[in-house]
């Protein structure tokens, strides 16, 4: 049988498929159509020969659609009910700009529902779930059938407290599906039954914002395709695509996830299994960290300025550092490098398509990291472009164009180093314990003097760089977690409640990863829950064994937690913040045989490298396979990609098929 | 002072320029780095949850290096704090040490805001300070947050910390820690938060260690120099958007609590080349309420407006922050001394100078300023005991409507200039504090009508389930915030209670001097407290607003058909809510 993984992103779509039979990995590339994803889709694998093959048995799907909806705002048209004061919630938002001291410029980002379709309801919870006001289904009859009238495609509801007695949220939920047949209703007891009422309505609001067009696109991908799509959700699981229809929120940050995920195999590959990944594109650099071979997660996420979606998701940092970033002076007459970048169309300076703006390729190339044609020669590179616009620019700087492009490479690299201290330094981790492994077309250039930057020792450049993101659905697991608030000082909470409670919510999370797939395991829970000191904001999640521990253990879990996180034991008494369950089902893993990942790269003549002021030897991915090993500089030559090892660093093979760079130091 | 040795090895790629600029970069990350550490481990909702705090980094002269995101009203203000650190210690600093410091005539800005000042050594040598200041939840006084609208001495308003070390080389000093703690409500929140301040200024000292280590301590500071340089350079290059010339406005706070009157604010702007003076000359003397500003409110308000006007995207440090003169007249509301109560003075005279810059310029740079905003912190208070005996205090401040700018609507729901904060959960409210939000909506036609309209104000309705003592410093409640270019004023802010269902201003029921600063009125459980926020001016002739974007807001429900045909000369069918065109011309017609 086979395994087949497809990533949809902006500019291509990624294919990769597995033969169970021979242990073979297959790979492809084609463009994206931006308008119709599922077009993509069919063509990979109608180009792949994969379209009428019945030998598939599982079919895995990251896709950046409910990304692109909510960043393009082309959301549908949906209600929202909220309890009777609150329906400007939504529109008032968390109130915090950007830039604090930019308040002139500053526009406050609209909400995803405009006024007219935020409905008011009389009902009243306390905030221990008492009723101190009956919910008026007359006037739930009547909202449903302005919003009728009004033609919403969705609708949302968020009740005040409701995440503690959901009963008049659900009975507002029948009226409306009596009423509103066939259009999909929203609870925010089902989407997302935590505290906090802004973050709730919101992530139930993005969940009813996006579904009709993932219900349009799951149906259109299943009336093409004999087979079920599987999803990759944000938190790098994949759940079948009924979970995904219902709560499409999940899908929010589906395509970085399985780069994590990639990271994650390759950690399974080998005894090194703390890993910062480092995806750099045309566009943006995300980085993600990996220790002891399980990502780090976050359980919200951004979709716009304040509009936030509390769905788990693997904590991807994203930076505007790509292939294509643009330089610029800033007023100060600082260089800057990026946000903007030139895209595809007109891409950097050298692709000869038009573009004017120096971008990190240009400069790349002006100092000699990468061949002035790659693809194996069908892309040819124009250097003298490249100098052209650098020199313009350094010209503003009083500098040569290489000056400048050393310049470029450094401010992008400190970019994106600060990137990585952000998963790291600042949350009390130490950058130095991990391997840098990169991957993504620019990835390769930037990897080793970002390491250097950083004080990490060793570099593993990912086999298939352009393409290694998609491997990770192959290897990933159904999986997801459900959180349910349940708010307390933690050694006042009954262990019995406790247990009850976790019962239910393992029963939603088992439910929901509820599919026929061959070979899967049969669902395993486990429980985190969130705790703090009582009185604090921010949460620290521990792993909970409803059998074995008890208050004092749990407790103590806790604190040794927080010591970690924030250098501070305090003593005080903890509060219970949320219950989580987490449902696994395992998926047979891949095991591919050791073939050669030589991708197109041949020795050819070496180059100067201006950061080195030397020839650099250039070679291909295969001499290392040969078990090869050099000290750097060195280049190493693929069809898609170059990787940079600096003088100071040996290269030789590593783990996964990898080639791994270490620090001489 | 002396450098650390480094290695010729380091010295070889240190005198780059470069690599300068890259530390200088490094150095404004450190400020973030600070921020999220303290996010994370403070333990009020007014740290951690409404971000009500700033970090900043200084070098061993007291100039501020890098600044982050957080309150404008304190990044100006925090200078004078470190000078006076400075000259208070001179040399007596020791690795550990860190100061506490709210004194409002000596660099403070109001009490509430506790200034955490740690020096930084790498291998011995002083390398700079890290500063953190932040609103604790109470410091004492006569009412609970210190907002204590009738207050008429500083001495009733909190506890003054006049530059203490509260840690000695990394040892608690017990003695200090027990007096500061025994003079303030809920000292466990006071002691939770400073430990989040004191953990940002550890982590920047680790992260200025490790430049120094790798870079040198020299070039650390030439990195440090070379940052006030750059942003002194671009404040001065963009200052150009100013004409050279001289401007006035004036403005007032609209009475200090206790008397009625209007108390005026006055200034005048010159400009010459890159010479700017701003000079508050004949606007009043400091007054008996708590309206006056420090010198530090003052030159916060006055750096927060013309950041905004000169260039918004700037890294923040006393290059362009000394770059301004500033007169401010001793003894006078815009630079209080002893005993003048200040704790409004933050939160509402900042407001007034920032919008009174605004104001002057409006003219010659009318796409850099807004029209008037509510412009206040809406604070507000209210503390008892509840039924179980424990004490609570709740803090309450946010957004409104923001004023209109030249080429947009103002902001709805939104801060104004000198403030961003977070907005905090009912649903936390409710969990920690007796009483329940049961309302949270815009007030319709609080936006003040123009070709762009203000932002909304909002109601927040807070239903006590207690017996709540309340307290407020609140202004433009009579004043509305202005217009500009024939645009209309906003609603003013407003508080009110409601009681049996009668819903009435404070000066009726309580017969206060002002309706909205005032301190210890002590109201019923099942009282309904409401705390309007006011809506933007303005900009530009109301009948000149495209009428679809009128009839936008009425079918919103955010403007009346009554409003739409008064202000914006708009008719709008009462019924469906369309657009009327035929009529909509008519009364344009005869409007013109």
Request: charged share 45%.
């Given at each position: 049988m086979k395994r087949v993984g497809i990533d949809i992103g902006g500019t291509f779509t990624d294919l990769v498929w597995y033969d169970e039979e021979t242990s073979t990995l297959d790979r492809l590339k084609v463009l994206t159509s931006a308008d119709q994803p599922d077009r993509s889709f069919i063509a990979a694998l109608d180009q792949a020969g994969l379209?009428?093959?019945?030998?598939?048995s599982l079919l895995l799907h990251a896709t950046t659609l409910v990304t692109n909806l909510l960043i393009q705002r082309r959301g549908s048209s949906v209600g929202l009910l909220t309890t009777t004061g609150f329906r400007d919630l939504l529109a008032i938002q968390n109130s915090v700009r950007p830039n604090p001291f930019n308040y002139v410029e500053w526009n406050k980002r609209p909400a995803l529902i405009p006024r007219e379709l935020r409905l008011e309801i009389d009902e009243r919870l306390d905030h221990l779930g008492n009723v101190l006001r009956p919910l008026d289904e007359a006037q739930v009859e009547e909202a449903a059938r302005r919003l009728a009238e009004l033609e919403v495609e969705g609708v949302a509801v968020c009740f005040l407290h409701s995440f503690v007695n959901p009963a008049h949220e659900r009975r507002a939920g029948e009226i409306l599906a009596e009423i509103l047949a066939g259009v999909p209703i929203s609870l925010s007891c089902d989407v997302d039954p935590t505290m906090r009422e802004y973050e709730r309505t919101s992530t139930t609001v993005i969940n009813s914002y996006v579904q009709k067009a993932l219900h349009g696109y799951v149906d259109a991908l299943e009336d093409k395709l004999p087979l079920d799509v599987r999803f990759m959700h944000s938190g790098g699981g994949i759940i079948p695509a009924s979970t995904a229809k219902a709560l499409p929120v999940m899908l929010a940050r589906s395509g970085p996830a399985a780069g994590v995920l990639a990271g994650v195999f390759l950690a399974d590959q080998?005894?090194?299994?703390?890993f910062i990944t480092f995806d750099m594109g045309g566009t943006s650099c995300d980085v993600a960290l990996i220790r002891d071979g399980a990502p780090e997660m976050t359980d919200s996420i951004d979709v716009d300025w304040n509009i936030p979606a509390r769905t788990l998701s693997i904590d991807v940092q994203s930076v505007g550092a790509g292939g294509g970033s643009i330089a610029w002076i800033d007023p100060g007459g600082a260089l800057m490098v990026g946000p903007q970048s030139s895209g595809s169309k007109p891409g950097p300076a050298c692709y000869g398509a038009g573009g004017t703006e120096p971008t990190v390729t240009d400069a790349n190339l002006c100092l000699g990291l990468i061949a002035e044609n790659l693809l194996g020669g069908r892309m040819a590179l124009s250097r003298a472009a490249a100098e052209e616009v650098l020199e313009r620019l350094g010209a503003q700087l009083g500098q040569t164009a290489v000056d400048v492009s050393r310049a470029i490479f450094r401010i992008v690299n400190m970019n994106m180093a600060l990137a990585i201290r952000q998963i790291t330094v600042e949350k009390g981790i130490d950058p130095r314990d991990f391997d840098l492994v990169s991957f993504g077309g620019a990835g390769g250039q930037h990897a080793a003097p970002v390491a250097a930057e950083l004080g990490i020792q060793r570099v593993l450049f990912a086999p298939q760089a352009s393409t290694f993101s998609a491997l990770g659905l192959l290897t990933a697991d159904l999986t997801i977690s459900h959180a349910q608030a349940l708010f307390g000082r933690f050694e006042e909470i009954d262990l019995e409640t406790l247990r009850t409670m976790m019962r239910t919510v393992g029963e939603t999370s088992v439910r929901n990863l509820e599919c026929d797939v061959e070979g899967a395991s049969d669902a395993r829970l486990s429980a985190l829950l969130d705790l703090r000191y009582a009185g604090q904001v921010h949460h620290v999640s521990v792993p909970f064994d409803p059998d074995a521990d008890d208050h004092a253990a749990v407790f103590e879990r806790f604190e040794d937690a927080h010591e970690t996180l924030?250098?501070?034991?305090?003593g005080d008494p903890a509060e219970l913040v949320n219950v989580r369950m987490i449902a696994r089902r395992h998926l047979p893993g891949i095991t591919v045989e050791n073939g050669s990942h030589a991708n197109g790269g041949e020795p050819a003549a070496p180059r100067w490298v201006e950061l080195e002021r030397a020839e650099v030897p250039v070679v291909g991915r295969e001499a290392f396979e040969a078990g090869k090993s050099m000290d750097g500089p060195v280049l190493i030559d693929e069809v898609d990609s170059t990787h940079y090892v600096p003088s100071g660093w040996a290269v030789s093979l590593g783990q996964g098929g990898a080639i791994l760079a270490e620090h001489a130091a | 002072m002396t450098a650390a040795p480094t290695t010729p090895a380091e010295r070889s790629d240190v005198n780059d320029d470069l690599t300068i600029e890259i530390m200088r970069r490094y150095l404004i990350s450190t400020v973030d780095e600070m921020v999220r550490t303290t996010t994370r481990t403070a333990y009020s909702t007014v740290f951690s949850e409404a971000l009500d705090f700033t970090c900043a980094l200084f070098d061993t002269n007291a100039r501020m290096i890098a600044f982050a995101a957080g309150l404008p009203v304190h990044a100006g203000a925090l200078g004078d704090m470190v000078q006076d650190v400075l000259e208070k210690f001179g040399d007596d600093f020791r690795p550990g040490d860190v100061v506490l410091h709210n004194d409002p005539y000596a660099g403070g800005t109001h009490q509430g805001d506790v200034g955490a000042v740690r020096p930084m050594y790498f291998e011995g040598s002083l390398v700079g300070f890290a500063v953190n200041r932040g609103h604790w939840a109470d410091v004492g006084g006569m009412t609970a947050g210190g907002w204590g609208g009738a207050a008429t001495h500083v001495i009733q308003e909190a506890l003054i910390m006049p530059g203490v070390k509260v840690y000695r080389a990394g040892e608690v000093d017990r003695e200090i820690r027990d007096f500061v703690l025994r003079n303030v409500r809920m000292p466990k929140f006071a002691w939770g938060d400073l430990q989040a301040q004191i953990a940002s200024a550890i982590t920047a000292e680790r992260r200025i260690a490790h430049l120094c280590e790798r870079y040198g301590v020299d070039a650390v500071i030439e990195a440090g120099q070379r940052a006030i340089d750059y942003s002194r350079d671009r404040f001065h290059k963009q200052m150009s958007v100013i004409p050279d010339g001289t401007y006035t406005a004036e403005d007032a706070m609209e009475n200090d609590g206790q008397s009625t009157e209007p108390r005026p604010i006055k200034l005048t702007i010159t400009k010459t080349g890159t010479d700017l003076t701003v000079d508050f000359t004949g606007s009043s003397p400091q007054v008996r309420g708590p309206i006056n500003a420090t010198r530090a409110d003052t030159n916060a308000a006055v750096y927060t407006a013309l950041i905004n006007i000169i260039d918004p995207e700037m890294p923040i440090n006393s290059g362009c922050l000394d770059a301004v003169e500033i007169v401010a007249p001793l003894g006078s509301i815009v630079n209080a001394v002893y005993p003048a109560p200040v704790f409004a003075g933050l939160a509402d005279t900042t407001d007034r100078i920032y919008e009174s810059v605004f104001l002057a310029l409006a003219d010659v740079v009318p796409e850099r300023v807004t029209a008037g905003t509510y412009s206040s912190g809406n604070c507000t208070t209210g503390s008892g005991f509840t039924e179980a005996g424990d004490e609570f205090v709740w803090y309450s401040f946010g957004p409104g409507g923001c004023g209109a700018r030249s080429w947009a609507d103002g902001n709805s729901g939104e801060w104004h200039a000198m403030a961003s904060c977070k907005n905090e959960s009912a649903e936390i409210w409710e969990n920690r504090y007796p009483l329940r939000v049961v309302d949270y909506r815009f007030r319709p036609d609080s936006a003040g009508p123009g070709r762009w309209r203000g932002g909304f104000g909002h109601v927040k309705a807070l239903e006590l389930t207690e017996d709540t003592s309340l307290a407020a410093t609140i202004d433009r409640n009579v004043h509305p915030p202005f217009g500009l270019a024939d645009g209309m004023a906003g609603a003013c802010n407003g508080l009110t209670l409601e009681i049996d269902g009668v819903e009435q201003d404070f000066c009726t029921r309580f017969g206060t001097i002002s309706p909205s600063k005032f301190s210890n009125i002590k109201v019923p459980k099942g009282s309904i407290y409401r705390i309007y926020a006011g809506g933007g001016g303005g900009y530009g002739a109301p009948e000149e607003r495209p009428p679809e974007l009128v009839a936008a807001d009425v079918r919103a429900g955010l403007v009346t058909p009554d409003a739409a045909r008064t202000h914006y000369k708009v008719a709008v069918d009462p019924a469906t809510l369309e657009l009327l065109d035929d009529e909509t011309d008519k009364l344009r017609r005869a409007a013109a």
């Open positions: 379209l009428e093959d019945s030998q598939i080998g005894e090194r299994k703390d924030y250098g501070t034991r305090l | -």
